[in-house]
């Protein structure tokens, strides 16, 4: 083993970091990096440690065995990747607007990204040669009225040959169905062109420039079946004028909405991402 991450939700409770802290350095590990939060409303406990392992006296495989009883004592909900493990497998889905797709397949080639990406699904045939340039598999699966169904049972096909486990929907303008949202829950992320909870929907740059707003944003969430209402992985936001057109917004927006997606995209790869209930823990 070299470097490895712990991830560690459960009830809080007096005594949780000394005893990982004392199992993991029992084991000849060392703690790099500690992440730690106390929520005082629910009552839990969220942890992430960054531990290098390379003097580590046992395998993964007997780490888990053995950390065993403390997760049970502390009624753990827990998971130890290690750095050897299989990287995890992106299929990333993109409708017409290449700005987000464009900017990870860029940050994935240069090494920002921990992930393999697997394939690239779309409804439309724009960004097949980029896409095929890069090196990657292209499916081109057309999503109308009558064949809605059809379509994501093909989508879930690919996913499941593909190996992937994580969805990326890189403006991927259709509602994902509600039994995929469940099958990969924690595991479908979504950018929104808004900064959520407002302008939920169509054409959201154009519902905030009627409205007048001085400040506009783009919002990175995990999907669930209730639209544009799943927990919230990142934001940010720019400030607008009266000057601004609401093409500018849309504009203004794109730059926001693929940094916005990227650090979100690459906090899941690194375990800092930990759900509670629709809110989420964030070791950025």
Not at 32 to 44: C, I, K, M, P, V
Not at 52 to 59: E, G
Not at 170 to 195: D, E, K, T, V
Request: glycine share 8%; charged share 25%.
């Amino acid at each position: 083993m070299s470097f490895c991450r712990l991830v560690v939700t459960c009830p809080d409770r007096l005594g949780i970091v000394a005893r990982v802290s004392s199992f993991i350095a029992d084991k000849g590990g060392s703690i790099t990096e500690a992440n730690q939060h106390s929520d005082l409303e629910s009552g839990r406990f969220f942890m992430r440690y960054e531990v290098d392992a390379r003097a580590m006296t046992v395998d993964s495989a007997t780490f888990r065995r053995d950390f065993e009883p403390i997760a049970d004592a502390f009624e753990m909900q827990w998971r130890w990747r290690d750095g050897e493990e299989r990287r995890r497998r992106l299929m990333i889905l993109v409708s017409k607007e290449s700005h987000c797709l464009v900017d990870l397949l860029y940050r994935w080639t240069a090494g920002e990204l921990e992930c393999d990406i697997v394939g690239v699904i779309s409804n439309h045939e724009e960004m097949r040669s980029l896409v095929e340039w890069h090196g990657l598999d292209w499916h081109h699966v057309p999503v109308g009225g009558e064949n809605r169904d059809e379509a994501f049972a093909a989508i879930e096909r690919l996913v499941e040959e593909s190996g992937a486990d994580t969805l990326v929907l890189a403006r991927y303008m259709q509602i994902i169905p509600p039994a995929l949202c469940r099958r990969y829950s924690g595991r479908i992320i979504n950018i929104h062109h808004s900064f959520l909870p407002s302008f939920a929907g169509a054409r959201p740059y154009h519902q905030a420039h009627e409205r007048g707003v001085k400040l506009i944003g783009a919002t990175c969430h995990y999907v669930t079946e209730d639209l544009d209402a799943g927990p919230i992985i990142e934001q940010d936001i720019q400030r607008v004028t009266h000057c601004h057109t609401a093409g500018d917004l849309v504009r203004l927006g794109r730059d926001i909405e693929k940094a916005v997606l990227a650090r979100g995209v690459r906090w899941h790869l690194q375990d800092r991402v930990l759900i509670d209930g629709n809110r989420t823990v964030v070791f950025a």
